[in-house]
């Protein structure tokens, strides 16, 4: 515009231009070029061509347009009018005060929040501080600067460092309102929040929740209100410590460290004691070289803390991203600036800051200036840009030609001591032209990253918090060992038939089965005396304990191989059914003995597991897949002992096993088609077939007449328990008293079910075979151990059974306990059921009394054979004590351990021969895998118990095999 277009003349397109059309379109483009690209502003300075009062204040009334212009648009600004009178630097300081304090214009929606400005705050503390001394009346001429210093500290000290006392303070009102007005976003999001866990988490959960937004929105308001802005992890503590602009006057380096907050904090002190000598000299009354030094540092440091706030509050990758939301610059209109009220100064003091500085701020600044201040400030023979809007290319406009020339009119060796102003001189013409062009406000868009804001980030971390606390919650409900953060998955929570919540699967982390209210090992819950039983002390629980402390030995030594066995039983009832874990218990403990009799000196160790199947093993089968998941990430697990139930999932357990590459050495499951069906199957117990084939001969010696050869074989009723146990009991049973010359009431099995207590009912069964017509000589009973108890009961009174019957049954009796009353018999009743082991026959050659004794202190009363014992009877224990040992030494020959070998172990274990065992001999050679026919080599006893008037029943073992014998039974006499 050195030589602008004058009325009438072509501009662009052949339209005529006016100033008040050249200003606002060179405003527009330098706005959208800050939008576009970010890049630099310039210090637009306006003033007339010719030395005219009237023309400067067309001028001043040009800037004036262009900011009312504004008013009703998004673009933030300031309009600055400087005093008229008064010192010019102190008028200077003032301008730049007035920047930093209170709001800058705005409307609409799309800008975003108020700038803050806390580095001119820091400097303007110490100008007040300053002010107050100088103010004292003890202030004299004479005072020492050092002692005026030391005072504005002090001041400073009083004032927590703050502008001024009793500045604004934020309440409580104000800093709970986003939160608790609902038309906020924030405050939507809090009720939002505060609804899913009232309606989804526990009262304690929603109590803690609010409770911890309290206490933390009131530890942030009390640092807010109490923290000086000149704290040690403040932004404008670390600006003022590190900025290069006072190391070059002061004698403190920059320095500044969170890991170094005392350091830190005398750098700070330092500079603002140099700070405060220099404002104090700068307010000295007589004129002097010093004081003018003085006013110029004073100057550009509150020049520079202005510009760093702004360029702060533009930064891009801030936390809230301000700089992607500010499209915009910020604008300061200065329609007159002037010598005497410090415009010039400021203008000066903002293209000198920024010529030493190479970071570069958002500020754009449109001022006018009148013609007589232009000689005195601008270099005259310079000459100015060119119209903004030429013909031609747009790179030759005035912007681009003023950023293209800042490289080199910053450097000292040019003599432009104001590279960054872009002056534009205004022709009489132009600014006669009248007022007929419309100005509007520059339009600024709405952007997406006003969706990202402290409050959205409190928002979002709120609800993260609450979607935790619920997630939380959630795998609680569905991990035993459930949290937000490595929740385990080898243990989950499930619903038995009771409704009682079961946990299955895997013991491994900080994972229990043990409850409060387990059985002990005598069978007895605690509280019901027999402390001075053998396994009084011993619980789940400390069963679990021992084990894992065992697991941690063998872990620790040194270049120590080892193998891991997974014991599968059933730990967990439904209240009041305690009893029923009695016998995983008593598995267990023989598994553990085995662990510690075979640590104490072979070479290869073992690590034990312990997985719960849920009561009965109703949840077999999710066990099994948390077992073989484990087995996936710990190759040291060679196979798995127990599973003794038979259950209609057993085979699908064993396959899952099976396609693991687990073996499977099985205890007391008596099923006869899993070895048929399974390689990886090795059972210690005979199978229902062979039971049945067992108890013919006590049919057989029975010697009864054709006539009175009539049977009832009673059964469970299939239901949802998963129980085949007693429908192949039935089936063998049913098969054998035929072939034995039995006619069977009811011409098959008869069934009869359970009560909603799960106690049997057998009203319709014994109705149909005690009240057939025919006198019944044998009972077959195919169930439960707990069935026994209510067919007792009923045969003694019940019409066509009050004669003296036989009572024949499977294995699952070893359970019953007849020797403490708990179970009892029928005064016309003789019951013969069979034991897959007699531990007080077989077991007296082997170690296993001595090993519990010394190694879990169960110490039966003095007796002759300490087998005898109900820990022992049973044969529970001893057959996990065995199994264990089995699959050991089939992984021993296999050469298995962690590092390898676990593919050989079903061979190895078909190489077993382990002789002297509490059970006899555990013998695989002779298993053949899929065969068709029994297995040899099954131990297998007959009980029979009488009733016996005087006391409880008297119980005899009627004939009987050990483990390893391949012959028949003999004996076998009713």
């Not at 200003?23 to 630099?40: E, I, M, N, T």
């Not at 119209?387 to 790179?395: K, S």
């Not at 990430?633 to 899952?656: C, E, F, K, P």
């Not at 020959?893 to 590092?899: I, M, T």
Request: with cysteine.
């Amino acid at each position: 515009m050195a030589q602008g277009t004058v009325r009438g003349e072509a501009g662009l397109g052949g339209m005529p231009t006016t100033a008040k059309y050249e200003v606002d379109a060179l405003f527009k483009d330098l706005v959208d070029q800050f939008s576009q690209a970010r890049l630099p502003m310039p210090v637009v300075v306006l003033h007339a061509e010719e030395a005219d009062a009237a023309l400067d204040q067309e001028v001043a009334g040009l800037v004036s347009a262009v900011q009312e212009a504004q008013e009703g648009g998004g673009l933030p600004y300031r309009l600055v009018a400087g005093p008229t009178g008064g010192d010019p630097h102190r008028n200077a300081i003032s301008i730049l005060d007035g920047l930093s304090r209170g709001a800058w214009a705005k409307r609409g929606p799309s800008w975003y929040r108020h700038y803050a400005f806390p580095r001119s705050r820091l400097v303007a503390a110490i100008e007040g501080a300053a002010q107050h001394v100088l103010a004292a009346p003890e202030a004299g001429a004479q005072q020492p600067l050092d002692d005026q210093v030391e005072a504005v500290l002090t001041r400073l000290r009083d004032l927590h460092w703050r502008p001024q006392q009793g500045a604004a303070r934020i309440g409580w009102a104000q800093t709970l309102s986003p939160l608790l007005n609902s038309g906020t976003l924030i405050g939507a999001f809090v009720l939002a929040g505060l609804t899913t866990l009232l309606t989804q988490a526990h009262w304690e959960v929603v109590a803690g929740v609010v409770l911890a937004s309290f206490l933390l929105l009131m530890v942030t308001g009390w640092v807010r209100r109490n923290t000086a802005p000149l704290s040690w992890l403040g932004q404008a503590s670390r600006w003022f410590a590190t900025t290069t602009f006072l190391a070059a006057s002061g004698r403190q380096a920059a320095a500044w460290s969170i890991w170094r907050p005392r350091r830190s904090w005398d750098v700070t002190q330092a500079r603002a004691r140099e700070v405060a000598g220099e404002i104090i000299k700068a307010q000295l009354d007589d004129p002097s070289e010093e004081r003018d030094r003085s006013q110029q540092f004073h100057l550009q440091l509150r020049t520079l803390a202005l510009l760093e706030d702004l360029r702060s509050a533009h930064r891009a990758w801030a936390p809230d991203l301000r700089g992607r939301k500010r499209r915009v610059p910020p604008v300061v209109f200065m329609p007159r600036a002037g010598t005497a009220n410090g415009g010039l100064k400021v203008l000066s003091a903002i293209s000198d800051v920024r010529s030493r500085r190479s970071e570069q701020d958002p500020l754009l600044v449109l001022a006018g200036v009148a013609q007589e201040d232009v000689a005195a400030w601008l270099e005259a023979e310079n000459p100015g840009p060119e119209p903004v809007h030429p013909v031609g290319p747009r790179r030759g406009g005035p912007y681009e030609n003023w950023v293209s020339n800042l490289r080199v009119r910053q450097a000292p060796s040019r003599g432009r001591a104001l590279a960054w102003t872009l002056p534009v001189r205004l022709t009489r013409v132009q600014l006669s032209a009248g007022n007929t062009t419309g100005l509007t406000a520059v339009a600024v868009r709405r952007t997406a990253w006003f969706l990202w804001s402290r409050w959205t980030l409190l928002a979002v971390l709120v609800l993260a918090a609450c979607a935790g606390l619920l997630r939380s919650q959630q795998l609680s409900d569905q991990y035993c060992e459930g949290r937000l953060l490595g929740s385990n998955h080898d243990a989950v929570w499930r619903l038995d038939q009771a409704g009682s919540r079961e946990c299955i699967g895997l013991a491994t982390g900080g994972v229990s089965f043990a409850s409060g209210h387990d059985i002990r090992l005598n069978g007895r819950k605690p509280g019901q005396g027999g402390d001075d039983q053998a396994g009084a002390a011993i619980t789940l629980g400390t069963l679990e304990t021992d084990i894992r402390q065992e697991n941690d030995r063998v872990a620790s030594l040194p270049d120590v191989r080892y193998i891991t066995i997974v014991y599968a039983g059933s730990f967990t009832t439904a209240p009041g059914q305690e009893s029923r874990a009695l016998n995983s218990l008593k598995e267990l403990a023989g598994v553990h003995l085995a662990q510690l009799r075979n640590n104490a000196g072979d070479p290869l160790k073992i690590r034990i597991l312990v997985a719960n199947g849920g009561q009965d093993l109703y949840f077999q089968t999710e066990m099994v897949h948390r077992i073989v998941g484990a087995a996936s990430r710990d190759h040291s697990i060679v196979g798995v002992v127990g599973l003794g139930r038979d259950a209609t999932d057993s085979d699908q357990a064993v396959g899952l096993l099976q396609q693991a590459g687990l073996a499977v050495v099985d205890t007391e499951n008596s099923s006869t088609t899993l070895a048929q069906r399974h390689v990886n199957y090795f059972g210690l117990s005979a199978t229902d077939q062979e039971e049945a084939t067992a108890l013919r001969k006590i049919v057989d010696g029975l010697a009864l007449p054709p006539a009175a050869r009539w049977a009832a074989v009673l059964t469970r009723r299939p239901n949802n328990d998963h129980d085949q146990y007693s429908s192949e009991q039935a089936d063998y049973g049913a098969a054998m008293l035929k072939s034995a010359g039995f006619q069977l009431a009811g011409g098959g099995p008869l069934e009869y079910g359970l009560t909603d207590s799960g106690d049997p009912d057998y009203q319709n069964a014994l109705r149909q075979s005690c009240q057939s017509g025919d006198p019944l000589s044998v009972i077959y009973l195919a169930g439960r151990a707990d069935d026994v108890n209510q067919l007792m009961k009923l045969l003694s009174s019940e019409q066509g059974c009050d004669h003296p019957l036989t009572v024949l049954t499977g294995d699952d009796l070893t359970k019953a306990q007849f020797s403490t009353g708990a179970t009892g018999i029928a005064p016309n009743a003789t019951l013969y059921y069979i034991a897959l082991t007699d531990p007080a026959v077989t077991a007296g050659v082997s170690d296993l009394a001595a090993t519990a004794a010394s190694e879990l202190g169960i110490t039966p009363p003095p007796r002759s054979n300490p087998y005898e014992d109900d820990v022992f009877s049973d044969g529970a224990l001893a057959l996990a004590y065995d199994a264990t040992a089995a699959l050991h030494e089939g992984a021993a020959k296999a050469g298995a351990s962690q590092h390898g070998g676990l593919a050989a172990v079903l061979a190895g274990l078909r190489a077993v021969d382990l002789t002297n065992r509490a059970t006899g001999t555990i013998d695989f050679r002779e298993t053949r895998p899929l065969t068709t026919g029994t297995e040899p080599g099954h131990g297998i006893n007959i009980i029979r118990v009488k009733p016996n008037p005087p006391g409880s029943p008297q119980i005899d073992l009627v004939c009987h095999r050990k483990a390893g014998d391949t012959g028949d039974l003999e004996g076998c006499r009713p």
